[in-house]
């Protein structure tokens, strides 16, 4: 059951069944090259849904994000991956063709309401306005819902459609740590970008009278 629905999306709830997902992306190196900090080396078994479900279980807010069948087609395929539209039938295949990643807030201290944001979408469908439809909703539930005060995030400074993302949503660039990550033989620098609830709201007013 879908908690809630964006455009082209539902966002529900995490399964048992979805760590097979985690664990296609977590070796995708297109995915992490733009995320993962630590040494990128292939990943998998117990440890590696142990620390998955150490990370996921302290969020304040996990949303699997499932991609609304109806909108199917706006998957591009992996050349190494069997295209097998016509075959799938069954609810597991349904669920694998159906998944687009998550999104996920963590709250370190409640005291303070200030949120952590980060989001991870399958490479199949990048490009589609996923990501930017699911950071809307979790900036608006945030707020609204949430009763957060802030919601900050940070990036790889190669990371250009990330930042994209987060500038169509509001976010506002807050500083930039030089040379933090090693990629590809060179340093990295780090963004920091957030966005305040009074902000939101006037942004969010704004967006409304021009409607
Ligand atoms: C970053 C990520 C979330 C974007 O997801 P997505 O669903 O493709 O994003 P959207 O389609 O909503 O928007 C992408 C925007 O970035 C733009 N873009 C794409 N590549 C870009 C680049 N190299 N430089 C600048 N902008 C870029 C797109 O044109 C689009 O902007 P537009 O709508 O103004 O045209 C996705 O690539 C991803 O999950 N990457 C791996 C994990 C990750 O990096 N997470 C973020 C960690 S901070």
Redesign the pocket.
Known sequence: MAFATTKHLKLRAMRDSDHAYFDIEENDQ??MR??FPGYIVPKGGSSAKEQREKFLSSALLLVIIEVKKEYTGLRKWDEDEERKENSVKKAEDWDRELFG?FAVLHLPWPKNREASF??????Q???????????EWVVQHGFEQLNLHRIS????GT????????E?CGFVHEGLKKKVFWLDGQWVDEGLMGIVDEDYLERKKALASKS
Do not use: D, H, M
Request: hydrophobic share 45%.
């Open positions: 297109r995915v733009t995320t990643g980060g989001i991870s979408i399958l490479t469908w990048w490009g589609n306005g996923f990501a930017t439809e699911v950071t995030l940070n990036f790889f990371n250009g459609a990330a930042k994209r993302v987060y169509k």
